[in-house]
């Protein structure tokens, strides 16, 4: 690492089946680092669920990245690429909660994009309490909120937001999408 804290390059690597509880466990704890950041604490069990990590990873079209940075692993990546469509999701993306602040993801975002030139749209989602991810996705990657799920708007694709329509919105779901090009 240079002495100013930033990574000379990012580069992608394919995981292996072997990776697969590794690479689990630290999108687990990335994410669980920014539920403690946002409410004061750490969840109970592992966000996402190891069951939501599998079917990313298992879908068909995944691809799953590590993230390399002076050679050592320090987050991870699940696109879904597809190829007729031209449009393509960014299902999971994860810097080490020790390795934020060091342009770690912006440089690993234009690496998944150089790996996957023939996109011509990406789309992903971000819980509404993650400032990190918004700002990092709109005003660092050049992603536009499209959307906002929640319980009086439910994303039609995933599972009910578990909040009763007429209470407080303490649950939702920001969808971005960017133009490739």
Not at 25 to 51: H, K
Request: charged share 30%.
């Amino acid at each position: 690492m240079n002495k100013v804290g930033h990574a000379n390059e990012v580069t992608l690597e394919r995981i292996n089946h072997a990776d697969l509880p590794a690479f689990k466990r630290g999108l687990q704890d990335a994410f669980g680092a920014a539920v403690a950041e946002a409410f004061g604490s750490a969840p109970d069990e592992p966000i996402p669920s190891d069951e939501d990590i599998e079917e990313s990873v298992n879908a068909p079209d995944a691809v799953v990245y590590h993230l390399i940075a002076d050679g050592e692993r320090v987050g991870g990546a699940v696109v879904v690429i597809d190829e007729r469509a031209q449009r393509n999701a960014l299902a999971f993306f994860f810097v080490s909660p020790r390795m934020h602040d060091r342009g770690i993801g912006h440089r690993a975002w234009v690496e998944i994009e150089k790996a996957h030139p023939d996109t011509k749209v990406w789309e992903t989602h971000t819980p509404y309490f993650d400032k990190r991810n918004i700002h990092f996705y709109v005003n660092k990657c050049g992603f536009k909120i499209v959307e906002f799920y929640n319980p009086r708007h439910p994303d039609p694709h995933g599972p009910s937001i578990g909040v009763p329509i007429g209470e407080d919105v303490d649950d939702g779901m920001f969808r971005f999408e960017k133009e490739a090009g």
